[in-house]
């Protein structure tokens, strides 16, 4: 009897164990799907892992700032403008790892580290490195994503390569942001001109100048950006675009 009893003990174990590590990978995987749905550009395949209510959140947290998007009718519709707007699927190598994973019944915690390699871009800004944390909620025997955020770490360090060039750039768009086209001109330009051997200074400057209607220097600044990067496919089809006109 006291044999049974033991292997019965066992064998529960195993059973929870088994049950702990496939919830696990399930919501691993759903993670994964996630990331790569999005950067598809495939808003069907993205959406139904999303919680849709009123209370369900995306967060972005780097050293310019807070970004939060609230509510689910609110988060698709960014998405859907976002993905009209930009509909190419963007090439990514994605590495997902250091998982700390919590589950209670239908409710599930993740945190863990991202890296996003961009094989289209060139090594100055191709890697982009996040810690991630997820609230999910299972629904109908499927986990889903009842909240996000996302923290970029390495912005917080002064001494972080392209530190500056990626601080003067967001600032230009910022001021673009509030339509200062003329100063976010002049925060590309310095950008350029500290950083000349950086290929999205220039590309940012000819966004900038199309904007203000300066198609001749527009058209400078995307030639440019392009012979430093001809991989860059958003780049070519704007400087397409402004010579057609």
């Not at 009718?73 to 930009?86: G, P, Y």
């Not at 994973?101 to 991202?114: H, K, M, P, S, V």
């Not at 339509?179 to 950008?191: D, G, Q, S, T, W």
């Amino acid at each position: 009897m006291r044999k049974f009893t033991l292997l019965t003990a066992v064998m529960a174990v195993a059973t929870i164990v088994y049950g702990q590590n496939a919830e696990e990978n399930n919501i691993k995987n759903l993670l994964r799907a996630e990331t790569e749905a999005y950067f598809r550009r495939d808003l069907e395949a993205w959406k139904p892992l999303w919680v849709h209510d009123a209370q369900v959140n995306r967060n972005f947290i780097s050293k310019n700032g807070l970004f939060s998007n609230n509510g689910w009718d609110s988060i698709v519709a960014l998405r859907e403008r976002v993905f009209k707007e930009n509909p190419k699927p963007v090439p990514i190598q994605l590495k997902n790892d250091n998982y700390t994973i919590r589950t209670n019944g239908n409710i599930a915690w993740a945190e863990y580290d991202q890296e996003l390699n961009y094989p289209d871009l060139d090594t100055t800004g191709g890697v982009g490195h996040s810690r991630e944390y997820r609230v999910l909620v299972k629904e109908n025997d499927q986990w889903k994503i009842a909240s996000q955020i996302t923290t970029y770490p390495r912005s917080f360090t002064t001494n972080a390569p392209f530190a500056i060039e990626n601080d003067l750039n967001n600032a230009g768009y910022q001021l673009i942001a509030t339509n200062r086209i003329k100063e976010a001109i002049e925060v590309f330009a310095l950008n350029a001109k500290l950083f000349p051997n950086a290929w999205n200074t220039y590309d940012s400057l000819g966004e900038a100048y199309a904007l203000a209607g300066n198609k001749k220097l527009a058209i400078e600044n995307y030639e440019k950006s392009i012979k430093l990067n001809p991989k860059s496919e958003s780049g070519a089809a704007a400087l397409a675009k402004l010579k057609q006109k």
